[in-house]
């Protein structure tokens, strides 16, 4: 296709690729990408120099620079949006044909349309993931799997509220060229559904609605809320209609959680605890600051570690003081067709994970599983009753330092030969998925995304850069991750048999081992995993 209002598209265009790239959507990408491209390439500088920081022995803390912000009681963001007024349970998951019908009839109450973690950013999930949202939208939407069951739409009244995930600041769409220079991937998603969908859905007496995920500071919310102020004048639609809930799910943003909720304050629906990606970033942060930072393997971090409890508390408080919902993180267990004491067991851990968070005041929370909905939906309702959120609960008692944050060390557990073995497996089998177009994988009866595979590399990496010691084993080197990779494809190869892919899984060992044995820490696996896609 050539130039259209100085936009190439360099992917292929398939069937009904054209209802999506129209010329008013790319006029609508090209004009956001032109005033907004270079704020977004001083904002990732700049995380680079804040992370030089860090690396060089100065801790996070909160900015004294915002602080009059964080001290006046009197702003608020905008009062809950219809559609989204009560969202004791959420569902996420990639946007996918049978996945968007599925989530819409779960009955939880919103589906996260996930464009980022839960999802491969190949050209044809990006653009047809956008045509399926407007199917739903339309109501044209169906599928028949290939034993011949066939998935439609329940009445509107029951279906979720769709809340889309458009992809973070560092990742491009390399498929679409403005003045010869790649877009921004989350500016690509956003836009080709809010030009499509914003007024679909306000037609359906909702909304246009996003996560905004992977952020660092209250600078790059800014930016989302410019990119929104400017969108709704282009499109027509009234100032403050979109909104976003922000996933705190890095550890700089944890700094700076009131700050992000001001920026975005007329736009903004509040705040998600993003745990897994949070301990990725936790790592990824402190990797080169010796032992103090060195977590346990990723199977014994619990929401109940000091650390953890101090964020959520903190997200708790901090979204109630403004009049913002505060969403719970994921259970992600998948429920077993053939083991039910597996079942039993997880079952168990669900419910006390949300019977933690609703406690602690969460207004809604997180599942990967429709199985998973009636069990989450029972422990918010039993906490909520009939009111929509619990926002009017105040948790003025919780006060959280810098160093509670940033209290790895209080976190129990060890780094045993299992863990490490653990973390080698499940991220071979994730990335071999991602390189073939899936990026939600049930794994060992668990939904993984792209954070698995990032907190099991990095932990690797820093296991390897801080001289640790299995506990139940030798010191973890290059040469024993090696040797165990091995194992671990070996193992992987006779489990699955004939399914077991030669070319996906050679390149998952290749890409897996670039980014946890280099000597140079690559900032997200994504970036290489990307350029070897078509």
Same mark, same amino acid.
């Given at each position: 296709?050539?130039?259209?209002?100085?936009?190439?598209?360099?992917?292929?265009?398939?069937?009904?690729?054209?209802?999506?790239?129209?010329?008013?959507?790319?006029?609508?990408?090209?004009?956001?990408?032109?005033?907004?491209?270079? @704020?977004?390439?001083? /904002?990732?500088?700049?995380?680079?120099?804040?992370?030089? #920081?860090?690396? *060089? &022995?100065?801790?996070? %803390? =909160?900015?004294?620079?915002?602080?009059?912000?964080?001290?006046?009681?009197?702003?608020?963001?905008?009062?809950?949006?219809?559609?989204?007024?009560?969202?004791?349970?959420?569902?996420?998951?990639?946007?996918?044909?049978?996945?968007?019908?599925?989530?819409?009839?779960?009955?939880?109450?919103?589906?996260?349309?996930?464009?980022?973690?839960?999802?491969?950013?190949?050209?044809?999930?990006?653009?047809?993931?956008?045509?399926?949202?407007?199917?739903?939208?339309?109501?044209?939407?169906?599928?028949?799997?290939?034993?011949?069951?066939?998935?439609?739409?329940?009445?509107?009244?029951?279906?979720?509220?769709?809340?889309?995930?458009? @992809?973070?600041?560092? /990742?491009?769409?390399?498929?679409?060229?403005?003045?010869? #220079?790649?877009? *921004? &991937?989350?500016?690509? %998603? =956003?836009?080709?559904?809010?030009?499509?969908?914003?007024?679909?859905?306000?037609?359906?007496?909702?909304?246009?609605?996003?996560?905004?995920?992977?952020?660092?500071?209250?600078?790059?919310?800014?930016?989302?809320?410019?990119?929104?102020?400017?969108?709704?004048?282009?499109?027509?639609?009234?100032?403050?209609?979109?909104?976003?809930?922000?996933?705190?799910?890095?550890?700089?943003?944890?700094?700076?959680?009131?700050?992000?909720?001001?920026?975005?304050?007329?736009?903004?629906?509040?705040?998600?605890?993003?745990?897994?990606?949070?301990?990725?970033?936790?790592?990824?942060?402190?990797?080169?600051?010796?032992?103090?930072?060195?977590?346990?393997?990723?199977?014994?971090?619990?929401?109940?570690?000091?650390?953890?409890?101090?964020?959520?508390?903190?997200?708790?408080?901090?979204?109630?003081?403004?009049?913002?919902?505060?969403?719970?993180?994921?259970?992600?267990?998948?429920?077993?067709?053939?083991?039910?004491?597996?079942?039993?067991?997880?079952?168990?851990?669900?419910?006390?994970?949300?019977?933690?968070?609703?406690?602690?005041?969460?207004?809604?929370?997180?599942?990967?599983?429709?199985?998973?909905?009636?069990?989450?939906?029972?422990?918010?309702?039993?906490?909520?009753?009939?009111?929509?959120?619990?926002?009017?609960?105040?948790?003025?008692?919780?006060?959280?330092?810098?160093?509670?944050?940033?209290?790895?060390?209080?976190?129990?557990?060890?780094?045993?030969?299992?863990?490490?073995?653990?973390?080698?497996?499940?991220?071979?089998?994730?990335?071999?998925?991602?390189?073939?177009?899936?990026?939600?994988?049930?794994?060992?009866?668990?939904?993984?995304?792209?954070?698995?595979?990032?907190?099991?590399?990095?932990?690797?990496?820093?296991?390897?850069?801080?001289?640790?010691?299995?506990?139940?084993?030798?010191?973890?080197?290059?040469?024993?991750?090696?040797?165990?990779?091995?194992?671990?494809?070996?193992?992987?190869?006779?489990?699955?048999?004939?399914?077991?892919?030669?070319?996906?899984?050679?390149?998952?060992?290749?890409?897996?081992?670039?980014?946890?044995?280099?000597?140079?820490?690559?900032?997200?696996?994504?970036?290489?995993?990307?350029?070897?896609?078509?």
């Amino acid at each position: 296709m050539g130039a259209t209002h100085g936009v190439e598209i360099t992917g292929p265009l398939n069937d009904r690729f054209d209802e999506i790239l129209t010329d008013e959507a790319l006029a609508l990408v090209a004009e956001l990408h032109r005033a907004f491209e270079e @704020r977004r390439r001083e /904002l990732l500088a700049a995380r680079k120099v804040r992370e030089e #920081q860090v690396a *060089s &022995g100065t801790d996070l %803390d =909160f900015l004294p620079e915002t602080k009059h912000i964080r001290e006046d009681d009197s702003w608020r963001v905008a009062p809950p949006a219809p559609g989204i007024t009560d969202r004791r349970v959420e569902i996420t998951g990639p946007t996918d044909r049978k996945m968007t019908i599925n989530a819409l009839n779960s009955g939880a109450k919103v589906w996260l349309a996930d464009f980022e973690d839960a999802n491969t950013p190949l050209w044809e999930n990006m653009i047809q993931g956008q045509l399926n949202l407007r199917d739903a939208l339309d109501r044209t939407i169906d599928f028949t799997s290939p034993q011949g069951k066939t998935y439609t739409l329940k009445a509107d009244e029951e279906l979720a509220t769709i809340v889309v995930r458009p @992809r973070g600041w560092h /990742l491009d769409e390399k498929h679409i060229l403005v003045d010869g #220079q790649r877009v *921004s &991937g989350g500016i690509v %998603d =956003f836009a080709l559904y809010f030009l499509h969908c914003a007024q679909r859905q306000l037609d359906k007496g909702k909304g246009p609605y996003f996560y905004l995920p992977k952020m660092q500071s209250h600078l790059e919310a800014r930016l989302w809320n410019d990119i929104f102020v400017l969108a709704q004048e282009r499109v027509g639609i009234p100032r403050g209609t979109i909104r976003a809930t922000c996933l705190i799910e890095t550890i700089p943003a944890a700094f700076e959680m009131e700050e992000i909720l001001y920026e975005l304050r007329e736009h903004s629906a509040g705040l998600n605890a993003g745990r897994w990606d949070y301990l990725f970033s936790l790592i990824k942060t402190h990797r080169t600051r010796g032992s103090k930072f060195v977590l346990p393997e990723r199977n014994a971090v619990t929401m109940t570690a000091p650390m953890m409890r101090a964020y959520t508390e903190l997200l708790v408080k901090t979204c109630h003081k403004r009049g913002a919902h505060a969403i719970g993180g994921m259970a992600a267990f998948i429920p077993s067709r053939k083991d039910e004491e597996v079942n039993k067991v997880a079952f168990a851990k669900v419910r006390d994970d949300k019977s933690r968070e609703s406690g602690d005041g969460f207004d809604g929370s997180w599942v990967a599983h429709p199985d998973l909905v009636p069990i989450a939906m029972e422990i918010f309702d039993g906490v909520l009753g009939e009111r929509p959120n619990q926002i009017d609960k105040q948790r003025p008692e919780v006060e959280v330092t810098a160093a509670d944050l940033l209290a790895v060390d209080r976190t129990p557990g060890g780094v045993t030969q299992a863990g490490l073995r653990g973390n080698i497996n499940v991220a071979l089998q994730y990335l071999a998925a991602w390189m073939g177009g899936n990026g939600a994988v049930a794994i060992h009866n668990l939904m993984e995304d792209a954070a698995t595979a990032e907190i099991s590399r990095s932990q690797i990496w820093q296991w390897l850069h801080n001289g640790v010691t299995l506990d139940d084993g030798p010191e973890v080197t290059a040469e024993l991750v090696t040797r165990i990779i091995d194992e671990e494809l070996a193992t992987i190869r006779e489990s699955l048999g004939a399914a077991f892919d030669e070319d996906l899984y050679k390149q998952a060992k290749e890409l897996f081992s670039e980014v946890a044995l280099a000597d140079e820490y690559v900032d997200f696996l994504t970036l290489p995993a990307y350029e070897r896609m078509p």
